[in-house]
């Protein structure tokens, strides 16, 4: 069973910085892509970030500048560096990852076949 998992929320003042951490099992992730959502209360879930098999990124353009993701593949992890945390980006965090090797995480979270149960991130002004 695949299971992704989350850690590193918690509660920083604007301007701090925060690491999540997805740690997968069950299988192999090293040739799919993974992401981070985001979702704050009373709004859509939205996309912030995710890396595919080749290591290359791509991100939302609230994230740019500010936010980077990477991943381990000896470890099955991915991480998301959070730097410059502003109030706005107060929200639960979900891990997702692409089941199709060489796929893509689609940045409206469609089809999505992997995600995690989330990590609350707190940003106070």
Do not use: H
Not at 11 to 37: E, T, Y
Not at 69 to 77: F, Y
Not at 103 to 112: A, L, Q, R, S, W
């Amino acid at each position: 069973q695949v299971q992704l998992v989350e850690s590193g929320g918690g509660l920083v003042q604007a301007g701090g910085s925060l690491r999540l951490s997805c740690a997968a099992s069950g299988r192999a992730f090293s040739r799919n892509s993974m992401g981070w959502f985001r979702q704050a209360p009373g709004k859509e879930r939205e996309f912030v970030a995710a890396i595919i098999w080749t290591g290359g990124t791509y991100y939302a353009g609230s994230a740019k500048g500010r936010f980077t993701i990477s991943r381990d593949n000896a470890k099955n992890t991915a991480y998301l560096q959070m730097n410059s945390l502003k109030p706005e980006d107060t929200a639960v965090y979900y891990c997702a990852a692409d089941a199709q090797d060489m796929g893509v995480i689609p940045t409206n979270g469609n089809n999505v076949d992997y995600w995690g149960q989330g990590t609350q991130v707190t940003v106070s002004s």
